[in-house]
């Protein structure tokens, strides 16, 4: 999906497996990588200053804010 233009689309799916499987086995190598990546992410909303966190251009987001697409409800919910 990234090189369709809906960046961090198969994070969201990774995230969603790696915490299926947490809960399903207790595993915490599982969780440990979930922290992880979730830590990582902070670290991108801290350094993009609004909260934001995506692998979207600036154009790209303001372009997507500004439209009433199903897209940007499915990038910013």
């Given amino acids: ?3 369709r233009g809906i960046a961090g ?3 969201g799916h990774y995230l969603t497996a790696l915490s299926q499987q947490f809960a399903a086995s207790g595993d915490a190598r599982f969780r440990q990588r979930i922290d992880y990546l ?3 992410m902070a670290e991108c909303q801290q350094r993009y ?3 934001y966190i995506g ?3 600036p154009l790209e987001l ?3 804010r500004d439209s009433q697409g199903w ?3 499915m990038i910013l919910t």
Avoid: I, R, Y
Wanted: no cysteine; net charge negative.
């Fill in 49 to 51: 200053g609004d909260g």
């Fill in 62 to 64: 303001t372009t997507l």
């Fill in 1 to 3: 999906m990234e090189a």
């Fill in 38 to 40: 979730v830590n990582e």
């Fill in 71 to 73: 897209t940007l409800a």
């Fill in 9 to 11: 689309h198969s994070l």
């Fill in 55 to 57: 692998a979207l251009q």
